[in-house]
């Protein structure tokens, strides 16, 4: 994959090109044929602007049939998890779209102490932001664990036990996405810094997620 640029910063773009080299399970690119993608970070979430599919043949082999057959064969559609994996990569541009959360100290989770209603709140606010900004074949779970540096069976403990007038869960527990409460809403707002306080008010990603289960 060729990336122009280094950096991944807040609402900049990167061009991108991707060939039959970056076949890995996730995506297949057929040989002669080159994708170009511009895409942006949105505030943590990586979205495609613009995808053009361009295909190179030599003379003897430039048919019809020739290239029907290549663009038939040609599977993209976990191309958003295969940017994430790999724009995620520490030894690369090392994306990560947590960075873009507000600023709280997650400790009382990894540390099992008592948790206040704020507590409560931010983490429900990062599920929702995880559930918006991660590609849906991503398991937003184990992403999150990853994140608050705790097990995956107690993310989904935390996640159960998230006080009904803070957060409003999508169906069953397996199921991703959920709602923030007005309720909650206000309380985070009157704790929060200045600058916390716009981006709350201004992410579109903090608040409310409708969505389908994970695959």
Not at 187 to 215: C, H, M, Q, R, T
Request: a neutral charge.
């Amino acid at each position: 994959m060729k990336i122009h640029g280094n950096e991944f910063a807040l609402t900049s773009k990167l061009n991108i090109e991707l060939n039959s080299d970056d076949n890995e399970g996730l995506i297949f690119i057929p040989k002669n044929i080159i994708l170009s993608l511009e895409i942006e970070n949105y505030f943590g979430k990586i979205i495609i602007n613009n995808l053009n599919i361009e295909v190179k043949q030599d003379n003897f082999s430039l048919t019809k049939k020739g290239l029907e057959r290549s663009t038939s064969t040609l599977d993209i559609k976990l191309l958003d998890r295969y940017l994430f994996k790999i724009l995620s990569d520490k030894t690369g541009i090392g994306h990560n779209p947590y960075n873009f959360f507000m600023k709280h100290d997650f400790t009382n989770f990894e540390k099992g102490r008592k948790l206040t209603d704020f507590d409560w709140i931010m983490f429900a606010s990062l599920y929702v932001y995880a559930c918006n900004v991660l590609p849906e074949s991503v398991k937003v779970e184990l992403s999150m664990a990853k994140e608050l540096r705790i097990s995956e069976q107690n993310f989904k403990r935390f996640l159960k036990k998230i006080p009904n007038k803070i957060f409003l869960k999508n169906e069953h527990l397996e199921s991703r996405g959920g709602n923030l409460t007005f309720e909650a809403e206000e309380l985070i707002v009157s704790k929060l810094s200045e600058e916390n306080k716009l981006l709350f008010e201004e992410n579109p990603y903090l608040k409310f997620y409708s969505g389908s289960d994970l695959a």
